[in-house]
């Protein structure tokens, strides 16, 4: 079913409920420059919902006897200083490994700052301890990049064909890909936007990370990959992949966590899913054991395909009465807006005082350095030209946008204080 806004960006939906047809809705524009409306052929940038893939293709590799889920990442990544991490803990977001695309935010980039896949690895290999104490989950895309090159080394092969020879090619999911150059060109591709005061802007950035993320699909092709892990679950009993590789708590209680799924085992609920967002595109899959099966994509930035599912979902419990095309509607008309983490402003210090300066802070596993400086007993914190004011939570802890500061020592001479990023927590910063 295609719904028509003429405008702006949208969505593509699809619910398979247990006994009947897959319903599909398509609305909004796939390119607004050319007016090119969203079909079953355009293809999306799925984020996150990417992980579920990698870590199939990890579970395939260890019932190949290539390696142990419970061997040390280390035997396969000789750079990897954090040496009792297992495979199984990078699957699981167990190892304590920073996420590096936070660690690069503190050396001041930028949204259309190119960096690659080798960068963050480097930085993956600059730590040398766990971020948080072992079995503890910390969500790393960093885990998941570290798992594609494992998989690129042991197969010799790039992890976007041999995605596509193991997963894509089997399961007649032909529109889907790995990207791993952001100038490949993906057929069918829709373009990101973000709402701007006077129109739209683009969100997409020159960056490309296969494994952790940069997975492009349509809703069809999502559609049978939820399929065959239904099929999976059916014949095993147990949640997909839960016979090799176990599920634990998440950052999302009372869901687990496992092979690059939440689950939600509480009974007469069970579940797995995974939700994406990168570079204004947003994406959400949800299959249940009974066999329900959703998949929601957004290439609006004030969209978010989870909200979108969150509210399927709801209505099927609610009104399972519903009709389909009605389900459909009521979830997407009017469409539920959010902001992205990247997309929140962020609290720039612009007062006019003059500042009086701190130090400048390096830190032995994060790029770059960082500025503290006072100006009106108000800190500022200082990364490549940009400053966020600080707020003062407690006597020496402050707060900027997405981080914690916590000041050692005197607070009138400052010689070090530790930083904590929501996915790259306990970097210690020392003056120069």
Request: with cysteine.
């Amino acid at each position: 079913m295609n719904a028509d806004r003429q405008d702006s960006p949208g969505l593509s939906v699809l619910v398979h409920r247990p006994g009947e047809e897959p319903a599909v809705l398509h609305t909004g524009l796939a390119n607004l420059e050319h007016r090119l409306a969203i079909g079953p052929d355009t293809t999306f940038n799925t984020g996150s919902v990417a992980k579920q893939i990698t870590a199939h293709l990890v579970l395939l590799a260890a019932r190949d006897h290539l390696f142990h889920l419970d061997q040390r990442a280390a035997d396969l990544l000789p750079r990897l200083r954090i040496s009792a991490v297992t495979v199984a803990e990078l699957v699981t977001h167990q190892s304590g490994i920073r996420d590096a695309e936070s660690l690069l935010s503190l050396a001041g980039f930028r949204d259309l700052d190119h960096y690659t896949v080798d960068d963050l690895r480097t930085l993956a290999y600059r730590q040398h301890q766990r971020a948080v104490p072992e079995g503890r989950f910390l969500y790393s895309n960093t885990n998941y990049l570290l798992l594609a090159e494992i998989l690129e080394t042991l197969y010799d092969t790039p992890l976007a064909d041999l995605a596509r020879n193991r997963v894509f090619v089997p399961l007649g999911m032909n529109s889907t890909h790995f990207k791993a150059d952001p100038r490949q060109v993906i057929a069918g591709a829709a373009s990101a936007y973000q709402a701007a005061d006077h129109g739209w802007k683009h969100t997409e950035a020159p960056v490309a990370l296969p494994g952790p993320g940069t997975l492009w699909t349509t809703a069809d092709d999502l559609h049978q990959w939820l399929t065959h892990l239904h099929q999976m679950w059916q014949i095993e009993h147990r949640l997909p992949g839960q016979d090799v590789l176990s599920y634990g708590p998440s950052d999302h209680q009372p869901h687990l966590y496992g092979p690059g799924l939440y689950a939600d085992a509480r009974p007469g609920r069970a579940a797995v899913f995974h939700y994406g967002h990168e570079q204004g595109f947003s994406a959400a899959t949800h299959v249940e054991a009974a066999g329900l099966r959703v998949v929601c994509l957004s290439n609006d930035a004030g969209t978010a395909a989870d909200h979108v599912l969150a509210v399927i979902l709801r209505d099927l419990r609610e009104r399972p009465e519903l009709d389909a095309v009605d389900l459909l509607r009521r979830a997407t008309f009017p469409r539920r807006t959010m902001r992205t983490d990247r997309e929140r402003p962020r609290s720039v210090g612009r007062d006019h005082s003059p500042h009086a300066e701190l130090g400048t802070f390096t830190c032995d596993q994060a790029p770059g350095s960082l500025r503290l400086t006072r100006s009106a007993d108000t800190l500022h914190l200082w990364r490549r030209g940009t400053g966020d004011r600080l707020v003062q939570i407690g006597p020496t802890v402050y707060t900027g946008d997405g981080y914690t500061l916590t000041l050692t020592g005197d607070t009138n001479q400052v010689d070090r204080f530790t930083l904590d990023l929501d996915r790259a927590p306990g970097l210690t910063y020392i003056r120069q």
